[in-house]
């Protein structure tokens, strides 16, 4: 950039930040907007016009993670004294926490889905990320015959807008007892995902000199040596990349999940929208389930940030 | 202690052949070099001989074994690549240490290993840098040391200086001179740098579009070139070459440039050279290098007159065009010993540099005046 700008360049400048801050704005609004519901007392989360201003209470989490009914009268005095903070909550809300027979607390459906969406995603995004991984090396240093129709060929599966297969699917995976199992999703997305993965890390690894892994065979070392010693760290940015992008596509999955799975893989992007179905909805229980829903990705993201950076400009600053 | 030897090496990339059927011997201790143009099969030879290229035909002998049957990582050699010198997620130590790591060799040897060959390159004080942080001839220099700290049975090194620039190279080849009377390892080196290959060779091969077109020490191959390919791609400035006609008269060989008035004067036991040789006029090129061509400010014995076209001072000598008929004869002077272009001088070829080459076919006949 150069070092000295025309009055002319500053103010592009100034409108092209203005353009960045708005279009960020749009994207955040939403993430806003959920993550204010979840704190926000039930009362104030439908207003028209929206509160801004609240005070923001973690009731709809305590609700989100317990498994609840309507109370028909106010609680017993005693039972509200004797009753934790958290149960209190629950009260004032004007309903009260399901206990089994020996008192423990019930918890609601969203732990046990929360952490079927994480085995799911995980399993599936270290399956395809690895398996695309090796895939792409292949292609990527072994000539073979047809390997551009094999490669198109891997991609072609995603040209087909995914739910136009469902159905089959469905059929299929009940023949076979997929159904509503976690490996059954974990085969669907790790599929699903293969062929991203092993375009990208072709890419990736195309950008890797073949000369790098040669030296090490000359130095010694197997092929197999020099793929773990030298191809993965290098390849590490694209990895990450990858896996990043796998994640997010079998963590935000929804059709198929909805489909195949209803109680015991059932993952959290079907489930969360079922719970507006049941009476009044409680919007902010399902913002509270959103917003969690949201933190992974972030997470994980927030983690790998250096490598995808890296990883989006790969290729322009090497020479 | 390592000879290689390449025996009738052929390979094909698809349909195009880039090697044929090439021989080559290559002594213990010895400094190779591989000239050529480039894409004329240096890099694939030597990829060969490193087991990182399979060849169709022939064989490739370490210490007289066959190696074609052995991976890469078994064939104990080192390679400097053309493209790629180090890994750019390793420091210099680690780079230098990956090829003794393949050994499995304990720590407190691959860091005595490592430091001392960083020693002898004069690099110690990278060690703990990344390849990043690296001039252009360190990064080579480092190269090297990942070369040499193995003490492979042999060195490949493929224009390990290529990418440097002109001083540097300079400074880098003396450089790998010191380092191979040093340590003596038997080395084959590729260039397209006549000038490099001259400096650093025992022996150099020169190759061209695949072939092999002469092996001889620096001075075979610049003062008896095989063939008019390697004649005009050793030396600077490049020798003449020219057709010409040869006859006897009055006891004295004639060589007539085409289309000059007059002819070179050369002594009369040409005719019989070339007759024995088998070569005939209409099919003959003298090759002579500026340095065979003698001139002379005023009209001599044996000289014939030319007009001085252009002159490149080069600071310790000049290099002239002299046109002789339709031809130009580049010839080397003392600087200044032509004043102006334009000149009238006169010129002789010594026949002590002169070469004979069959035109169609290339091939020098041998004959030394
Ligand atoms: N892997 C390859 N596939 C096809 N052709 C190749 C391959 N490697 C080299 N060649 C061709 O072989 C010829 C010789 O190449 P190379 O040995 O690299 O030449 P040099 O090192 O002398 O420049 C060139 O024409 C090059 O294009
Ligand atoms: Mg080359």
Redesign the pocket.
């Known amino acids: 950039m150069a070092a000295v700008q025309t009055r002319s360049e500053r103010a592009l400048n100034r409108v092209a930040i203005a353009a960045v801050l708005v279009i960020t704005l749009l994207f955040l609004a939403p993430i806003y907007w959920i993550t204010s519901t979840a704190f926000k007392p039930r009362n104030l989360a439908t207003t028209i016009p929206p509160t801004v201003i609240f005070e923001p209470e973690i009731s709809p989490f305590v609700k989100l993670f317990t498994k609840r009914s309507q109370l028909r009268a106010a609680p017993e005095p005693e039972d509200y004294a004797a009753a934790p903070w958290w149960e209190r909550l629950v009260f004032d809300g004007g309903e009260k926490v399901v206990r089994s027979g020996r008192g423990d607390v019930q918890l609601s459906g969203y732990p046990n889905r929360f952490m079927n969406s994480l085995i799911v995603a995980i399993t599936s995004t270290v399956l395809a990320v690895s398996m695309g991984t090796f895939t792409a090396y292949g292609f990527s240093r072994f000539k073979m015959k047809g390997e551009a129709d094999l490669l198109f060929f891997i991609l072609s599966t995603r040209m087909l807008p995914p739910v136009v297969v469902a159905i089959p699917m469905f059929l299929m995976y009940r023949a076979v007892g997929l159904n509503d199992t976690h490996w059954g999703l974990i085969i669907l997305y790790t599929a699903f995902n293969l062929s991203f993965s092993v375009w990208l890390m072709k890419g990736f690894i195309d950008e890797i000199p073949k000369e790098y892994e040669e030296a090490a065979l000359v130095d010694g070392y197997t092929r197999l040596e020099a793929f773990f010693k030298i191809v993965l760290p290098e390849a590490a940015t694209g990895i990450a990349a990858t896996a990043v992008f796998c994640f997010i596509t079998a963590w935000n999955e929804y059709a198929f999940a909805l489909i195949m799975t209803n109680r015991r893989a059932q993952t959290a992007p079907p489930f969360i929208p079922s719970q507006v179905g049941s009476g009044l909805p409680d919007w902010t229980v399902i913002a509270a389930g959103t917003f969690l829903f949201l933190l992974p990705v972030a997470i994980f993201t927030f983690l790998l940030r250096n490598h995808l950076l890296r990883g989006m400009s790969f290729g322009a600053i090497r020479k | 202690m390592t000879q290689i030897e390449l025996r009738g090496i052929e390979k094909h ?2 349909a ?1 052949q ?1 090697i044929k059927n090439l021989n080559l011997a290559i002594a213990d201790n010895e400094f190779i070099v591989l000239l ?1 143009q ?8 030597l990829r060969a001989i490193a087991g990182l290229e399979t060849i169709d035909e022939g064989d490739i002998l370490i210490d007289g074994r066959p190696v074609q049957h052995i991976k890469a990582s078994h064939r104990d050699i080192a390679f400097v690549f053309q493209s790629f010198s180090l890994y750019p997620h390793m420091t210099v130590f680690e780079n230098i240490a990956f090829p003794l790591r393949a050994m499995r060799g304990n720590r407190t040897d691959i860091e005595r290993e490592v430091q001392a060959v960083a020693k002898t390159l004069q690099i110690t004080h990278l060690l703990a840098k990344r390849p990043s942080a690296l001039s252009g001839g360190d990064m080579q220099r480092v190269a090297i040391g990942r070369a040499l700290v193995r003490r492979p049975k042999a060195m490949l090194m493929d224009e390990p200086i290529g990418a440097l620039d002109a001083k540097l190279r300079e400074e880098m080849r003396a450089e790998i001179k010191r380092l191979h009377i040093k340590q003596g390892s038997t080395t084959i080196y ?1 260039t397209h740098d006549q000038v490099e290959a001259m400096s650093l060779a025992d022996r150099i091969v020169v190759m061209h579009e695949g072939v092999l077109q002469q092996v001889g020490t620096p001075h075979e191959v610049y003062a008896r070139p095989a063939n008019m390919f390697v004649a005009q791609f050793v030396g600077s400035p490049v020798m003449n070459m020219t057709e010409v006609t040869v006859s006897e008269d009055a006891g004295h060989a004639r060589v007539l440039v085409r289309g000059a008035p007059t002819a070179f004067d050369f002594p009369s036991s040409l005719t019989a050279e070339l007759t024995a040789a088998g070569a005939e006029n209409g099919n003959l090129t003298l090759g002579v290098r500026p340095e065979g061509v003698l001139v002379s400010r005023e009209a001599r014995e044996g000289f014939v007159p030319v007009e001085a076209h252009i002159i490149e001072p080069l600071g310790s000598h000049d290099i002239i065009d002299l046109q002789v008929g339709a031809q130009m004869l580049r010839a080397r002077t003392k600087s200044g010993f032509v004043p102006r272009p334009g000149e009238a001088v006169w010129a002789r070829i010594n026949p002590a540099q002169a070469h004979f080459f069959d035109s169609s076919t290339g091939t020098s006949f041998g004959i030394r005046l």
């Open positions: 990339f698809g195009v880039v050529g480039s894409g004329c099969g240096k890099t694939t030879t590729v």
